[in-house]
């Protein structure tokens, strides 16, 4: 079985009290792009995999999403679902998630049959989850 990692996940928005550290964080950490996204409200397309430019549709499997404004940090409403994304290694990305201010909340813990992962909170305190698969 062949495993690509893109450090993809399948559907996501991220809250962000101070956009530009978690820009800065995402495209540390991943290698994500983020763009712009034309109007009043601040949105930022976040790119895991690369798009046809006519269309804005992924090329290849995977899907982006987006990282925004957070507008009321009180409110439930806005609590965003843990996000896994596929990574090489879980031992690796957990140290590089430290060293860019995250925090490994759940360390590595096995998925018998399957891989590792490990839950993480960015430096604003998303939960996200790593999953790397088994290497054969």
């Not at 101070?18 to 800065?24: Q, V």
């Not at 996000?83 to 140290?95: A, G, I, T």
């Not at 995250?102 to 813990?109: A, E, F, Q, S, Y």
Request: aromatic share 14%; proline share 7%; hydrophobic share 40%.
């Amino acid at each position: 079985m062949i495993f690509f990692w893109d450090h993809t996940i399948v559907h996501f928005e991220i809250p962000a009290n101070d956009i530009e550290k978690l820009k800065k964080f995402y495209v540390d950490l991943f290698g994500w792009t983020m763009n712009k996204y034309p109007g009043p409200t601040t949105y930022y397309l976040v790119g895991t995999v690369p798009v046809d430019e006519k269309t804005m549709m992924p090329t290849r499997q995977g899907v982006n999403g987006g990282l925004y404004e957070r507008m009321d940090a009180a409110s439930p409403e806005l609590a965003i679902p843990i996000n896994y994304v596929s990574v090489e290694f879980v031992d690796e990305y957990s140290k590089k998630v430290v060293a860019l201010s995250g925090k490994i909340v759940v360390p590595k813990m096995e998925i018998p049959g399957l891989g590792w992962w490990a839950l993480a909170l960015d430096p604003e305190g998303n939960h996200f989850g790593m999953l790397e698969y088994m290497h054969k």
